[in-house]
């Protein structure tokens, strides 16, 4: 299927492009070739394209390559540093966690950051709060559990 104008634009305005991947050898529904027939039609248009195409078919060992590299080149990049700093909430089954996370703007805009921050410990949700101005210090506690972090 070809893209309509409308959507090359909107794939213009993505900061830091698109990022695609394929098992090369993978021809489940097309899925290789079309992948490759894709990117090469949006270069053109003037679509910023990352690929990461590897050795291999639909299998997860080849998504879970693929997945490693966009959360390292996309997902994450932005990150400059993560400190998390971690003391007794007074007995041993209660630790009281803040984590400060430095991500650099992946816009141009000079607004703070804003949206919701959740909290885990592992699996278990601890809580989660708006971010003001950058910055969100302690959530709602779940569970008699305290955290603080930003954002």
Known sequence: MTPTQEQINRMKTVTGGIHVGTGLQD???GIAPNSLARTENWRPAGVDVTEHNIN???VWDVWR???DDYLRAVAFRTTTSLEVDT???????RTHVTATAEVDPVTI???APSGTV???AGAKYLGSGAVGGGRRLTPTPRHGNTCAGSA
């Not at 003391?87 to 089954?93: V, Y």
């Open 56 to 58: 291999g078919v639909h």
């Open 65 to 67: 390559q693929m997945l």
């Open 118 to 120: 959740d909290f885990y």
């Open 27 to 29: 021809w489940l529904i």
């Open 109 to 111: 805009s000079n607004r």
């Open 87 to 93: 003391t007794s909430a007074g007995n041993p089954h």
